[in-house]
């Protein structure tokens, strides 16, 4: 097997893995550590929508250790509490790959993966897709290979894009959290317009008098040549979602996501066809499990725009599935990133999906909440992610930044502010 | 607000909480313990299907104690290590009732059951249904109570049924495990039958040739006149579903149970078109996690039988809103109830369906493995569940299967037999 790196040039396999001189066959997984991580967004209210009003980002970190210097490193990510089930589930499943060389988990990625996630005790609870042939019904392997080879051509151009940091355009969440006054929600969308950002989501569902002012607001602020979508967290009805976006076509967002409950398809794909006479679209997707989910939100025409979460869909190779169905379904890919480390997963996902799979620019979602955790924090210049060009999947978390935010350890989580966060109602 | 008991006598509050003399505004609940038990039903291969070669059959096992003699009981089921990551969640939800009385907590039901699964930061895991009006576009309140008042007038019938034991009928699983050995199978159908049971389930999915063999051989051990019913845990792609179950409809199934992924509503939809012209139904549901889904089952003409699960719908509360959209739909119920424990809960709900709901008998999953570690098991008597008369939803295991099944520090799981399953392959 060989390695190439984004320039295309061919790695051998010691030197894939950054930094490493040992052959991959003799670097082996010996141990691991899952870290709890949680970051108080809840303090000033960033993240806050309709049904989340005060979640603390958090993240599920796995270090896998190996008789190398080489180290491995992931997320899942939650909002706060939910990390302890995430991080009883990452033990678990970590377990599995101790004992493991890196040269027999890379020959068949696909294996592994499947290596993984079957685990028949364990996936009673996981309900997870471990099969390709669940989707065979919306797309074949054939039909797969066909979309790569065709994009294969024209993937040069691309790839200069992305050379020239012009792959991946970024939209802003950080003005549009609910709890934000109109004030703080201006201020920010200027802020980002000056930093090259000129695309926003908003989130609404609080209350309509509220939403009308604060997204009439913010439109007057970033101006009707502009892009702007709507997020409502899934706290309306079908009808009432119906109902509810017809007070707010008038400001002329994009979409709506997560309009009504992520398992509802036929209710998603009821929304979207009495909002596209509006020219406003329906997004959906960082809370679908898996791919016969999204093959279904996909041939339901349910979706304008496919929502993948690097976390929930348990991988990379979750996610190519997706990823392949949307471009032959001819729906475009807008990740959900707002997550404290998620976006350094995803900028890697919509680059990917533009230079080989759907050939279409993906918008991505660029939050800069606690960004000073991270190794390597995603950047943006001129409204474009950055491209990253370290190996790996740009997830590492500082160590100071472990020490600090662990849960419910860390110095934070032990000062008195934390304690008060700790204490505090559950909401 | 007043309780009556079955027999429609009202009750006092006082005396609603079987043996207790404490108004229920003075009962507090003050603490809570969680238990791992896992029944090793791996050994003899019992719980064995397509999918789930091994299984342990589990109970997240949870107390609740009151500053009374009063105590709650209440499990989840769960087949081996997936108990972990349920035990870690009931811890969250239970903290949640302590301080609680119970005159609080019956006050509205609705509103506590919100309550419990509304933590907006574990809900952000728990992927819960937490609305009503997530169905709205499926049923109305109106409806609900019209269907209500409308069965009221003919319940007494039923409810002599009840008393006579005669309201939930009985099918067996015990012969149609995976693992067994055509000879098991054949002396356990008998077995069945000379108790009077005459209904049975057989799982498949594991090889065509083996399952031709096997249920011709089931099929003339049971008769063409008694009912016959195929589980295949999900292991088909759609169109290999249609395809497989074509070769055995010739033995003439009441219906395929979860012939793909649960997740799949438009392709249980296009299984139960291609199936139907040959008499045999689908049925799914046990790993449906909400209402929302079962509306859509529902909605798109997926199942002719509707498998509502006690545990995965997270309380009574989901199951009621599941139950009255069947009936509006009027597709029978059919519950899941292998698991140890589980049964005790889904008599209730057939009882409860059959008397209030649906009008119609539901067939009920028997299962009697590790029947001993309870100290209410479910009863059978010619073909039908004995109905309980003791207060409480009869879940409530033995001190003694507690001291001795507790994963992983009970004396099954320290013995050598034990250490053996939990350091065997993660099947």
């Known amino acids: ?34 870290f709890d991580l949680r970051f108080p967004t809840s303090l000033d209210a960033s993240g806050s929508d309709a049904m989340n009003p005060a979640g603390d980002y958090s993240a599920t970190h796995v270090q896998l250790k190996t008789n190398t210097d080489l180290k491995g490193h992931g997320i899942s990510f939650t909002i706060g509490r939910g990390n302890d089930l995430c991080t009883s589930a990452a033990r678990q499943i970590a377990e599995r790959l101790v004992g493991k060389t890196l040269g027999e988990l890379t020959k ?37 290979i066909a979309i790569l080879k065709e994009q294969e051509k024209t993937k040069p151009a691309r790839f200069e894009d992305a050379q020239k940091s012009e792959a991946v355009p970024a939209y802003s969440t950080q003005a549009g959290w609910l709890g934000f006054s109109d004030e703080r929600m201006i201020e920010l969308i200027n802020s980002n317009l000056s930093e090259g950002i000129d695309k926003f989501k908003l989130k609404v569902g609080g209350n309509l008098e509220d939403d009308i002012r604060r997204v009439q607001i913010a439109r007057d602020t970033i101006g009707y040549d502009r892009t702007m979508m709507l997020d ?43 909002l596209s006479p509006y020219g406003v679209g329906v997004a959906t997707g960082e809370h679908c499990q898996n791919r016969v989910i ?18 929930r869909l348990g991988g990379v190779n979750e996610v190519l599935s997706v990823l392949l169905m949307a471009k032959k379904f001819n729906v475009p890919i807008v990740p959900h990133s707002g997550g404290i480390g998620l976006n350094e997963y995803t900028q890697h996902l919509a680059l990917l999906n533009y230079i080989c799979i759907s050939g279409e620019k993906s918008l991505l979602e660029h939050i800069n909440s606690f960004s000073e955790v991270l190794k390597y924090p995603v950047q943006t210049k001129n409204g474009f992610f950055v491209t990253p060009w370290e ?37």
Chains 1, 2 share one sequence.
């Open 108 to 144: 068949n990625m696909g294996e592994t993966w499947r290596f993984l996630v079957a685990d028949s005790q364990l996936r009673w609870e996981l309900v997870a897709c471990i099969d390709f042939r669940y989707i065979l019904d919306a797309i074949t392997p054939d039909e797969a």
């Open 1 to 34: 097997m060989t390695y190439e790196n984004f320039n295309g040039e061919e790695l051998t396999p010691a030197s894939a893995f950054a930094g490493s001189k040992t052959p991959i066959d003799d670097v082996r997984i010996e141990d691991f550590e899952v």
């Open 232 to 274: 409502a967290n899934q706290v309306w009805s079908v009808p009432e979602a119906i109902d509810y976006m017809k007070k707010l076509v008038q400001f002329k967002p994009l979409f709506i996501e997560e309009p009504t409950s992520p398992d509802d398809i036929l209710g998603h794909a009821a929304i979207r066809k009495a």
């Open 391 to 427: 190996a790996g999947y740009s997830v590492e978390y500082k160590p100071e930044a472990i020490v600090t935010y662990e849960y419910p350890n860390g110095s934070f989580w032990q000062s008195e502010q934390g304690l008060a966060i700790r204490n505090g109602p559950k909401l």
């Open 294 to 311: 999204f093959k279904q939100l996909l041939q339901a025409g349910s979706i304008d725009y496919c929502q993948i979460d690097a976390c």
